[in-house]
């Protein structure tokens, strides 16, 4: 009997503990939201790190410091702050790999797979973390960044 | 009762001297022998040749043709790799840096990172990708050259897979192996170049080899 207990007790807590969204430890969240976007701001953290490990973090790595000169940091990178327009477009299409290759940066890979969700989530992680504080991207920002970048 | 004891105590033995073997012991030598039939005074007798790297003449990122006896009297560690690949050579150039900058100041140990891309890994291109890194020749040698030269010797001298493939991310499949080479051209050792707990081991067998040679 009081085994069970102890297991409900348990089982309880985990399923509490993970219905409770935890943002990322390196992410930033404004402090005036309400429930409702507090939620999906946070959701959308914690899902753009998961992206972020898969997709990015082997070349701008964990914490988004880059690596050398090859691959640039994201913390306090131009291209985040100025606008999530041109962002997204990299994040989707890549940089075309040029074969005068000298004295320029390499070419970032294009990742047509993802969808404007994820492009979404990724922003709001990236642009959000690490000391960068970018605000919540949404679905439909990135949608219409994407139409600009047909010449990518 | 008794003999168990010192079954057991011989065990133990036997473990504590193995520990002492897995210390000190020598780096094996890697590859296929070959064995061969040679006529010496009119009889037919069989030879084992050691696997050894084939002679090979590439093109590194100053311009400079780079060969064996580039090597000459230093161990080297060699890998494969294309300057846009996606996904493990990010990881395999981080974890090459480390061995760079461990071993920067130690004249006898060098790299030589191969491109299987040659077509769009140019001179120019390699160079660029060296002063990106931030790294430079002699210690680190990025080399292009003849496609069948590189893939040939990738595939027979190094035995790493590296072939073209469109399936693949970036148009290739290749392994993020890095091999350590010895003086005399053998292989002694094989490692993830992914993996930084393979390159730590690495790193330590290097050092192994380099005392190796101080007896």
Redesign the interface.
């Known amino acids: 009997m009081s085994n069970n207990r102890l297991f409900l007790f348990f089982f309880l807590f985990l399923v509490l503990s993970c219905n409770s969204y935890q943002k990322p430890a390196e992410s930033h969240l404004p402090e005036n939201l309400d429930e409702a976007s507090k939620m999906k701001y946070t959701q959308y953290l914690i899902q753009g790190k998961i992206l972020y490990n898969t997709n990015c973090t082997?070349?701008h790595q964990n914490s988004g410091e880059g690596?050398?000169?090859?691959?640039p940091a994201l913390i306090g990178s131009a291209t985040l702050m100025d606008d999530m327009g041109p962002a997204a477009c990299l994040i989707k299409y890549g940089t075309k790999?040029s074969?005068?290759?000298?004295?320029?940066?390499?070419?970032m890979?294009a990742q047509t797979e993802l969808s404007n969700l994820e492009i979404a989530e990724i922003l709001t992680y990236i642009g959000n973390s690490w000391g960068n504080q970018n605000g919540f991207i949404s679905v439909s920002k990135v949608a219409t960044s994407l139409v600009d970048c047909a010449t990518h | 009762m008794m003999r168990k004891h010192i079954e057991i105590g011989c065990l133990f033995l036997l473990l504590g001297a193995c520990q002492e073997i897995k210390t000190n012991f020598e780096l094996p030598i890697l590859g296929r022998n070959e064995i061969v039939t040679k006529e010496v005074n009119g009889i037919l007798i069989k030879d084992t040749i050691s696997h050894r790297i084939a002679d090979f003449s590439f093109i590194n990122q100053d311009s400079a043709v780079i060969t064996n006896a580039s090597f000459k009297d230093k161990i080297y560690v060699a890998d494969f790799f294309f300057?846009?690949c996606?996904?493990?050579c990010?990881?395999m150039?981080?974890q090459m840096?480390r061995v760079y900058e461990k071993f920067l100041e130690n004249e006898n140990v060098g790299l030589l990172s191969h491109t299987i891309d040659p077509s769009?890994d140019?001179v120019?291109?390699l160079?660029?990708?060296a002063?990106?890194?931030?790294v430079s020749s002699p210690k680190w040698e990025f080399v292009t050259g003849d496609k069948d030269q590189i893939y040939d010797i990738g595939e027979t001298s190094y035995m790493v897979v590296a072939n073209e493939d469109e399936n693949a991310?970036?148009g290739f499949i290749h392994s993020g192996a890095f091999l350590l080479i010895d003086k005399k051209r053998q292989i002694r050792g094989v490692y993830d170049g992914t993996i930084a707990s393979q390159v730590d081991l690495l790193m330590k067998d290097i050092n192994r080899l380099l005392s190796s040679y101080e007896q």
């Open positions: 082997h070349c690596f050398r000169k090859l691959y790999a074969r005068e290759a000298s004295n320029q940066n390499i070419a890979p | 300057i846009n996606p996904s493990i990010p990881e150039s981080k840096y769009y140019t120019a291109a160079a660029n990708y002063d990106l890194l931030g991310p970036g």
